[in-house]
């Protein structure tokens, strides 16, 4: 049917209307679209920028320079050196296992490491640099550098990595770093980020490990602007970061070689004191290994024979080692009994070869005994009975609160890897510990330095220094911190009459240069520096009484393990006290035997400064002290000083 005009003027007005209804509405959407554009580009324009640079700009870390570790003469015992590193980052290499594989054929990696690398970078972002292979020679950074388009994603590095100069001489005492594991992070409560570093090292034993904030010090940081999808175009700044404070310790380089290498052959430990400020001049534990094997790895193998070893060089029997003091604890019963008014230095004892209490016999080491001794005898021929008549009037209880005021039973404050407390047992820690009352056998067996008690080398020091100065000295191992000097601690006077301490030393004075006395052997002769000491044998296996009754089989006799346990403690010059030693040789069968000898020597090595004069050493003995020290395996070797002069 035809529209009429009516119509057709009609319909054209209706859409005209719509017409003009939709373009108000699109003009303003585009209105709202300009306002919004206007908004985000002007009055926003900063915030977005910010927003930008953000996503094309990264921060890395920047590993800080690790602090130096010196000894008391400025002789650098923990160092770093340029390290030589190949970096990969899995997001720019594409395919990792492929670019190693073609990286394998210029550098060399084993299969091994190339997993390990390969996991880590499965364990981190893509966009993390992983170490693939550490010092690597220059040769072989050049080829990297020059086949660098066909191994996309991987980098030559320089950076530092730890030394140790001295090897094996100081690694029980600095210790060692290494890769930072889980097992560190899981300790940490606030872990510091440098520490997700991919092989960022840290201390894991010794001074390196006790010292780590001090040592590590602060990360730098680098600006890097990447593209699109992470890849790093430039850098753009770098701040460098506070490299770690240097320590310097008390040990004496020299010293502490000298040390290392006259207990060598042995499984022995050997701590050094000064008495006057509490300094550790040397403290050596033999056999050692070398810490620089750690830091770079360590070989299965290597390891392996480090664990199977007898004498368990990876151990710090200084520190760690507990030990029966035997007869070096006769010092603590004496003052004890001295002090709590049971006995004088003038009052004798009858020794009979042995003490019998409810029909046991405790014997002496002398089957025929002392006869009559006082307190100065009874530590010169280190009579056994003696001491079981004090410990029996004594008791325990004071036994070891003396023990204790001397250093014993308490942990050393030194910052050494797993420093053991030791033990000085009471009638309350039977209780609760063995679960039995404390019978007068106990008591008489601490009397001589067996039973329970016991001690460390470093504690038996700390022990000697304090009878040798009559102070409260405590050890110290960290001399300053960037050149902060740290202090001295404990030089208050002790609480032990001064007439006691005076009889126990000039008992000491006696073992050595007293006729009969037990170290007389390994006096000094040398005039003003006559060294006093005690003597120690403890054992590490029970005799019996068929077996006493048989004859006692001789030490040497017994499988190397079974053999008694060898100590010796002296302090020089006796009636001015400069250094205090003490010393033990596992299995070393005898205190005058095996460890005296080697606490003389030591101890005229600290005095002197030097390879020891042979006229300080008895005229009969000088031709085997010299061939001794020839055969010694010494840093620096030198001829035996003939001078007195001592620095």
């Known amino acids: 049917m035809r529209r009429t005009p009516a119509d057709t003027e009609k319909s054209a007005k209706r859409i005209t209307r719509r017409g003009l209804l939709l373009g108000t509405a699109q003009l303003a959407l585009a209105g709202v679209l300009v306002g919004r554009m206007r908004y985000m580009q002007v009055d926003q324009a900063d915030e977005y920028r910010m927003l930008a640079d953000e996503n094309r700009i990264n921060i890395r870390l920047i590993p800080p320079v690790r602090g130096l570790v010196y000894d008391r003469k ?88 730890r030394v140790y100069p001295l090897d094996s001489d100081f690694a029980h005492v600095v210790g060692y770093v290494g890769p930072v594991s889980d097992y560190d992070l899981s300790k940490i409560e606030d872990p510091d980020p440098v520490l997700q570093i991919p092989r960022f090292q840290i201390g894991k034993t010794g001074v390196e490990n006790k010292h780590e904030e001090d040592l590590r010090g602060e990360a730098g940081t680098r600006r890097i602007e990447v593209n699109a999808v992470g890849r790093v175009m430039r850098e753009i700044d770098r701040e460098e970061g506070i490299p770690g404070a240097n320590l310097q310790l008390t040990v004496n380089h020299a010293l502490q070689n000298f040390s290392e290498a006259r207990l060598a052959g042995e499984s022995a430990a050997a701590v050094v004191m000064d008495p006057r400020n509490g300094d550790i001049l040397a403290i050596a534990s033999a056999p050692s290994y070398d ?92 009579c056994d009975v003696y001491y079981y008549e004090l410990a029996e009037r004594v008791g325990i209880e004071a036994i070891s609160a003396m023990a204790r005021k001397l250093g014993l039973g308490i942990r050393p404050d030194v910052p050494l890897s797993g420093v053991a407390e030791g033990l000085m047992p009471t009638k309350d820690w039977k209780r609760e510990v063995r679960g039995g009352d404390w019978m007068i056998g106990d008591s008489l067996n601490a009397g001589i330095g067996q039973g329970f008690v016991l001690a460390s080398p470093l504690q038996l020091a700390i022990m000697t220094a304090r009878i040798a100065s009559g102070t409260a000295i405590e050890p110290r191992l960290v001399r300053s911190i960037d050149g902060v000097e740290q202090p ?160």
């Not at 990696?109 to 981190?124: N, P």
């Open 291 to 382: 810490p620089n094997k750690f830091v770079r790895g360590i070989s299965s193998r290597d390891y392996n024979a480090l664990l199977e070893d007898p004498y368990r060089p990876l151990a710090n029997k200084t520190a760690q080692g507990t030990y029966p003091p035997g007869s070096t604890f006769k010092m603590v019963v004496a003052l004890a009994a001295l002090e709590a008014g049971v006995i004088d230095d003038k009052e004798t004892v009858t020794c009979r070869g042995y003490k019998e209490v409810s029909g046991r016999r405790f014997h002496c080491w002398s089957r025929g005994g002392h006869g009559r001794v006082d307190l100065v005898r009874s530590l010169k021929e280190s």
């Open 488 to 647: 001295v601690r404990g030089a208050d006077v002790l609480d032990i009459d001064p007439s006691h301490l005076a009889a126990v030393r000039l008992g000491m004075y006696e073992v050595v240069n007293g006729t009969r006395g037990t170290a007389g052997r390994s006096r000094i002769v040398a005039d003003g520096i006559r060294m006093a000491g005690k003597t120690g044998t403890s054992q590490v296996r029970n005799i019996t009484a068929a077996e006493r009754a048989a004859g006692v089989t001789r030490n040497e006799d017994l499988p190397w393990n079974r053999r008694d346990h060898a100590l010796f403690v002296s302090f020089a010059p006796h009636d001015a006290p400069e250094v205090a030693v003490s010393v033990v040789v596992e299995h070393g069968m005898g205190g005058s035997l095996a460890a005296a000898p080697i606490a003389r020597d030591i101890m005229l090595a600290a005095l002197y400064d030097d390879i020891p004069p042979l006229d300080a050493y008895p005229s009969p003995q000088r031709g085997t002290i010299r061939s001794q020290f020839e055969m010694m395996n010494l840093r620096e070797p030198l001829a035996p000083s003939q001078g007195r002069s001592r620095a």
């Open 74 to 161: 400025g002789v650098l015992l923990a160092g770093n050196e340029q390290n030589y590193s190949i970096v990969m980052v899995r997001e720019d290499a594409g395919d990792p296992e492929e670019i190693l594989t073609r990286l394998q054929k210029l550098v060399w990696i084993s299969e091994e490491d190339k997993q390990k690398a390969l996991d880590e970078m499965m364990r981190r972002s893509p966009f993390v640099p992983v170490t693939v292979a550490e010092r690597v020679a220059w040769e072989d950074i050049s080829k990297v550098a020059v086949n660098a388009p066909a191994l996309p994603g991987v980098t030559p590095e320089v950076g530092l990595s």
